[in-house]
T-cell receptor, first 113, second 118 residues
């Protein structure tokens, strides 16, 4: 089945640690996105990539980094510079832009302990 | 730039009564508009989308939305609520103009949480 897979579902981070969230899609989509979701704030764009080996900062990129070495994969690293990383993270992919809809993974809940 | 406003952060209805979730958008160009649903701790699922064809759009699970350009609205409706409809709903507009390479990015409303009482 085609789809977009995020792992792990739950992740715990200690203060000062970097952690990496995985996002893989087999939909042959060019564009991939990372969003952060906090209660009452909707989804905020962290990073996006419209093509392999290229990515752009979104609205809240500070403290995060990404790579796009393969079309299928768009991992997100939450670095120690992100002071408030506890949130629900959603990855999405899309065929092009404009009128096409995005497909979402099931999310990763990151908690700082 | 485009923007989207969901007018209610929380809507509560009784099972079997109609649902209305309101969404207004701002766009200088013909927008593409979407409604997504999110159940707790899950990803987002597409309910329906408007892409400049018919103004009344039918989606999954009995939901529909009407695009009204004169009112810049795209409200989501369902004739009869079911307990399983309890979730958070997001209205989304797609950027159609290129702002620094962001063409096609999705702009999300802040969400409306729908509660359904038995």
């Amino acid at each position: 089945d085609g789809g977009i897979t995020q792992s792990p579902k739950y992740l715990f981070r200690k203060e000062g640690q970097n952690v990496t969230l995985s996002c893989e899609q087999n939909l042959n989509h060019d564009a991939m996105y990372w969003y952060r979701q906090d209660p009452g704030q909707g989804l905020r764009l962290i990073y996006y990539s419209q093509i392999v080996n290229d990515f752009q900062k979104g609205d809240i990129a500070e403290g995060y980094s990404v790579s796009r070495e393969k079309k299928e994969s768009f991992p997100l690293t939450v670095t120690s510079a992100q002071k408030n990383p506890t949130a629900f993270y959603l990855c999405a992919s899309r065929y092009g832009g404009g009128i096409t809809e995005a497909f979402f993974g099931q999310g990763t809940r990151l908690t700082v302990v | 730039a485009q923007s989207v406003t969901q007018l209610d952060s929380h809507v509560s209805v009784s099972e079997g009564t109609p649902v209305l979730l309101r969404c207004n958008y701002s766009s200088s160009y013909s927008p593409s508009l979407f409604w997504y649903v999110q159940h707790p701790n899950k990803g987002l699922q597409l309910l329906l989308k408007y892409t400049s064809a018919a103004t009344l759009v039918k989606g999954i699970n009995g939901f529909e939305a009407e695009f009204k350009k004169s009112e810049t609205s795209f409200h989501l409706t369902k004739p009869s609520a079911h307990m399983s409809d309890a979730a958070e709903y997001f209205c989304v507009v797609s950027e159609v103009r290129n702002y620094g390479g962001s063409q096609g990015n999705l702009i999300f409303g802040k969400g409306t949480k729908l509660s359904v009482k038995p």
